[in-house]
């Protein structure tokens, strides 16, 4: 089974790919969080996120717009009363993130760090529409316990409103003959592969999932899980695995570069990009003032949860193009 999603001039709509990870956490210092401002600590965030909910609703429209495509303002410009399309997509996305933003915000208030408001980050609607969102860190993570919780609720959290979006998602696909799509075609990861075998039933060799946008959105879900939970520096994945093994992180962060380079001269040219910003923030991860509390058995097995979800969720090749 492959799970598609069309170009512009196919039967269906989509457009080029932009990925962004979602809580990126960074720490402020004290005199950042002396000069917060109402604007900073509400306005900001709140416009924001206005802003990512129109060009995610943009976003899914222009998915949806099975006429000529002239670009996505083209498209608003003459077509504004069919905005209303994109809730599925837009809905279903935004809920994932948001769901993912509180995980880490709320675990955060409940170890007493001072965290920002998730900042959304709107993107171009050619896509998806949104770049993701971060969450800053206004203290010190104080002990292993905090930093293992807050970096780990986030992407659980999404992952599993992903799961229950890509369950009603593969419900309202549809099945088509392979040789009738063509364009943007969506990697397969293995819980996909195994939710689409209980919901869809096993699939010919000739047959291809074109995914409704509420599938698309879960889809994207599933990638932005993924992402975040690499265990490079400043990403989830890289404070659950500090948490977890101390500084042997920087050791497994070193090990997975090499292999994001290696898909990206097999597979998706996107994971140069990848190691490129990995450089950036940093392979290692930052140390925590208390490193020697125990993280307990308890959060050692939810550790291990989240690599399992991140094999799970992870697509080698997450994009492809296939022409007529």
């Not at 006429?67 to 504004?80: D, I, T």
């Not at 993912?100 to 980050?121: C, D, K, N, Q, T």
């Not at 206004?138 to 609720?153: K, N």
């Not at 000739?206 to 994207?220: E, R």
Request: aromatic share 12%; charged share 10%; hydrophobic share 50%.
């Amino acid at each position: 089974m492959r799970t598609e999603h069309n170009e512009p001039t196919g039967p269906r709509k989509s457009a080029s790919m932009h990925t962004g990870s979602t809580a990126e956490l960074s720490a402020m210092s004290e005199d950042d969080v002396a000069d917060e401002t109402h604007f900073s600590k509400w306005v900001l965030p709140g416009g924001l996120f206005l802003l990512t909910v129109f060009t995610t609703l943009w976003a899914g429209a222009y998915q949806a717009y099975v006429g000529p495509a002239r670009g996505p303002v083209s498209f608003l410009l003459e077509h504004p009363e069919t905005l209303w399309r994109g809730i599925p997509f837009a809905a279903t996305l935004m809920l994932i993130l948001v769901t993912h933003e509180l995980g880490h915000y709320l675990l955060s208030r409940w170890h007493h760090v001072p965290a920002s408001l998730p900042l959304f980050i709107p993107g171009p609607p050619h896509f998806i529409g949104t770049f993701g969102a971060v969450i800053r860190m206004r203290g010190p993570i104080l002990h292993r316990r905090a930093l293992f919780d807050v970096g780990v609720a986030g992407p659980l959290a999404g992952f599993v409103v992903a799961v229950m979006a890509l369950v009603v998602g593969l419900q309202w696909s549809t099945v088509v003959d392979r040789t009738a799509t063509y364009g943007l075609q969506l990697g397969e990861p293995l819980l996909l592969q195994f939710v689409s075998w209980l919901m869809i039933g096993p699939l010919p060799p000739q047959a291809d999932v074109v995914l409704h946008p509420v599938g698309f959105a879960a889809w994207f879900g599933l990638f932005i899980t993924a992402l975040n939970l690499i265990p490079i520096g400043q990403l989830d994945g890289g404070h659950v695995a500090y948490a977890l093994w101390g500084r042997r992180q920087r050791t497994i962060a070193f090990a997975v570069v090499p292999v994001l380079l290696m898909l990206g001269f097999v597979g998706w040219p996107g994971w140069f990009v990848w190691a490129f910003m990995a450089g950036l923030w940093g392979f290692g991860h930052p140390p925590v003032a208390d490193p020697e509390r125990s993280l307990g058995t308890g959060r050692i097995v939810v550790g291990c949860l989240a690599l399992i979800v991140f094999i799970v969720t992870f697509a080698p090749i997450p994009f492809s193009f296939h022409s007529r």
